[in-house]
């Protein structure tokens, strides 16, 4: 991937970024969103438990959990409506390192893998540029 192709990448990643926040703010549910948004573009690594009795047509995202070669994030909704983000150092699968962090900066993280995980495939880029665009 050139540098230029890069900068492109990173630009877009924090454009989505300010959507996303943007989004929070107009429907007030964030979580939502970013579930949706990586459940199509990454199945494979995104871990998704709702809450709800099944049957139901609202089921909200209860966890996010969106895993990485090196890390995991893991975001929670609380049963009295707070959210909760934790980010994982993996070593060969198993978690060393647990770190709370805000839910700004688990976005932005998750974010960051991405990018790296897009520049190794180019299936990934696709989906990932599905990401981008909202697809």
Partial sequence: MTEENVEKSAMQFEVLAANLKADHGASGDLLEHLAKML??????????????????????????????????????????????????????????????????????????????LGEKNAATRSALDNFVSGS
């Avoid at 959990?65 to 959210?83: C, E, L």
């Avoid at 983000?85 to 060393?96: D, P, T, Y």
Wanted: aromatic residues 8%; charged residues 30%; proline residues 3%.
């Fill in 39 to 116: 459940e199509s573009s990454y199945p494979g690594g995104t871990k998704i438990t709702r809450g709800g009795w099944f049957m139901s047509s609202k089921r909200p995202v209860e966890d996010l959990i969106v895993r990485f070669d090196d890390y995991q994030f893991q975001i929670t909704r609380h049963k009295h409506g707070s959210v909760t983000a934790r980010s994982s150092k993996l070593v060969r699968g198993v978690a060393l390192k647990n770190v709370d962090v805000s839910m700004e900066q688990c976005i932005e993280d998750v974010l960051k893998e991405l990018v790296k």
